[in-house]
Nanobody
Framework: QVQLLESGGESVQAGGSLTLSCEVS????????MGWFRQAPGEEREGVAT???????SYADPFKGRFTISKDNAKNTLQLQMNSLEPEATAMYYC?????????????????????WGQGTQVTVSS
C-alpha cells in the first residue's frame, strides 16, 4: 500500500517562502507521475505542478517562475518550493502519485488519474 505524508505547511507573511515535502513509502514499482495539488476553501482541487520519472516538470501558469517541484529518489520524497507567496496561495496542499505512464504527466492531469493521495498540509499566507 502506497502511503504519502505531506509536511511543511504553515502560516507565513505575503512575500515569504515555504518548502513542502511529501514522503512516499510502501511502493515496489516506479511511480511515473508525482504532483502537487491545492484546494482553497470553497474551490475545486487544482493541479499545481507535476514531475515524471525522468524529472520533467510541468506547472500551471499561475505558479510558473515562483514554484519549483523536485524529487529526491534516494529519500523517496517530493518537494514543492514556493516563493513570493501571496494571500491567494492560502489552501490545503496535497501530494499525489500514480504509476500509470500512458497518461501524460502534466499539471492538468485529472485528479482521478492519480491513484494515491496524501492527507494534505495547510498553507496560510497573510497580508
Amino acid at each position: 500500500q502506497v502511503q504519502l505524508l505531506e509536511s511543511g505547511g504553515e502560516s507565513v507573511q505575503a512575500g515569504g517562502s515555504l518548502t513542502l515535502s511529501c514522503e512516499v513509502s510502501g511502493y515496489t514499482y516506479s511511480l511515473y507521475c508525482m504532483g502537487w495539488f491545492r484546494q482553497a476553501p470553497g474551490e475545486e482541487r487544482e493541479g499545481v505542478a507535476t514531475i515524471d520519472t525522468v524529472g520533467t516538470a510541468s506547472y500551471a501558469d499561475p505558479f510558473k517562475g515562483r514554484f519549483t517541484i523536485s524529487k529526491d529518489n534516494a529519500k523517496n520524497t517530493l518537494q514543492l518550493q514556493m516563493n513570493s507567496l501571496e494571500p491567494e496561495a492560502t489552501a490545503m496542499y496535497y501530494c499525489a502519485v500514480d504509476p500509470r505512464y500512458l497518461i501524460p504527466c502534466r499539471y492538468d492531469r485529472a485528479r482521478d488519474d492519480f491513484r494515491y493521495w496524501g492527507q494534505g498540509t495547510q498553507v496560510t499566507v497573510s497580508s
